[in-house]
């Protein structure tokens, strides 16, 4: 199953997250990963960096992980592909600059018959791809762009509504971030096993958060660490990452987080 990771931090933080030790848990022990994305956002921009290749092989994977960038949000996703090939195009996060900020969205599910709405008749000739993913964020765009707000409460809104809805198509774990915030909507996921895929079952994302009392402390996990906490932060991750510290978050629960401090939060 695909993998979420991401964070929100107050101060620039350097994070590592291991994209070819999670490539190789779900391309070598299981089945074979169908791609990787990474992004590290500064300001207005953002590094991304995607590859339709496993992890696990992957020299550039390697070179990321190695050369981390200080910054106040990242997103992660490691891909097994449900819907469209390994292509680069159907890789995640997908971005697109809306007024003069990127934005990026990650997914982990299906969402079949997104394709067959009313609303997204218009927005297919647009997708690069041939993801459900890609055309829920396009959908989610649109959406933002109609409701002619940059108003954090009204994003959010229309962000759990549309959350809301995608979660009854299938399975809708969604991390976008707008250029300012990042959004984060839990769902269920299945979960690789030795006699392959679980049926969708909760978690499917998990929290840890780090407050003031973290300052200057090292965070070390199987998968991920940040060398030095610069303050309050708060991490999201398809699994717990180590044994203590994170808190499931249940279906159908929206987030809104700018800065590393959670300003909204909604159960749906």
């Known amino acids: 199953m695909c993998e979420l990771f991401a964070m929100s931090a107050s101060q620039p ?30 300001e207005r921009d953002a590094y991304l960096f995607r590859e339709p290749d496993p992890a696990a092989s992957s020299e550039l994977a390697s070179m990321v992980v190695r050369n981390e960038r200080a910054c106040k949000y990242v997103m992660a996703h490691v891909r097994r592909a449900t ?9 995640h996060p997908f971005d697109r600059v809306e007024d003069g900020r990127r934005h990026a969205f990650a997914h982990n599910g299906e969402l079949p018959g997104i394709e067959d709405r009313g609303d997204t008749q218009d927005l297919i000739s647009s997708r690069v791809g041939e993801t459900d993913s890609e055309l829920a964020f396009l959908l989610l765009l649109d959406r933002l762009r109609k409701s002619g707000s940059s108003d954090a409460e009204t ?6 509504r549309f959350a809301d809805e995608m979660r009854e198509l299938g399975s809708a774990n969604f991390l976008f971030f707008d250029g300012q915030r990042l959004f984060v909507h839990a769902d269920r996921r299945r979960f690789e096993t030795e006699e392959g895929l679980s049926e969708r079952r909760e978690p499917g994302l998990n929290i840890r ?23 309050p932060l708060h991490l999201f991750a398809s699994v717990p990452l ?3 510290g994170w808190e ?12 590393g401090a959670i300003e909204a939060r909604r159960q749906g």
């Open 83 to 91: 819907a469209g090939g390994p292509e680069l195009a159907n890789t």
């Open 242 to 244: 180590d044994p203590d």
């Open 155 to 160: 994003r959010f809104e229309v962000f759990s």
């Open 209 to 231: 958060s780090f407050d003031e009392s973290h300052k200057g402390h090292h965070w070390q996990s199987s998968g991920a660490s940040i060398p030095e906490i610069s303050g």
């Open 13 to 42: 933080q350097r994070v590592r997250y291991e994209l070819d030790l999670f490539a190789k848990e779900g391309g070598e022990k299981h089945r074979n990963r169908d791609g990787w994305g990474i992004l590290f956002a500064q």
């Open 248 to 259: 499931p978050l249940p279906r159908g629960e929206a987030l809104v987080l700018k800065d």
